[in-house]
């Protein structure tokens, strides 16, 4: 069992969070006392992923984000920051997989793995390490 406060103070990101493992994970982050930062492409879900967490009694924000999209996740990361007024932790949970033989996936659904599951955590991280080390410190975590 971990402690209750083990993250108080702590500041987390995480991308692909409006639904299974990054909502897991911003639920779990968030009862460690951590204060979550969720992005996803659907907002009617981080909406409710983010009220869920503040039932709990717990500080969470969102921002719609294609993490594809370099200018597009790098507003809604900075966004977050300037909200939650730094980061400690930051995680690429996104992406995306098709459930069909390699051979007979169509070439847009390649580039939309690469897009999503490659190219996705590089910008990402790129966004997120200046800020890294301004503050002297911090982890990415890819799942």
């Known amino acids: 069992m ?3 406060n083990l993250l108080k103070g702590k500041k987390t990101i995480i991308t692909g969070a409006s639904y299974g493992i990054g909502k897991s994970l ?3 982050f968030a ?5 979550v930062g969720i992005l996803s492409r659907s907002e009617d879900k981080l909406k409710n992923v983010v009220n869920e967490i503040k039932e709990k009694g ?3 924000f969102y921002e719609k984000a294609d993490v594809s ?3 597009d996740v790098k507003n809604a990361i900075d966004n977050l920051i300037k909200k939650m007024g730094k980061i400690d932790v930051f995680i690429n949970n996104a992406g995306v997989a098709r459930v069909k033989e390699f051979d007979k996936l169509k070439l847009h659904q390649i580039e939309l793995i690469i897009d999503v599951n490659l190219k996705g955590p590089l910008f990402c991280s790129h966004i997120i390490l200046p800020h890294f080390i301004k503050n ?3 982890v990415i975590i890819n799942t």
């Open 26 to 28: 911003a639920i779990g």
């Open 69 to 71: 999209n370099y200018d």
């Open 2 to 4: 971990l402690e209750k």
């Open 136 to 138: 002297n410190g911090g």
């Open 31 to 35: 009862d460690l006392g951590s204060e």
């Open 58 to 60: 717990h500080s969470a």
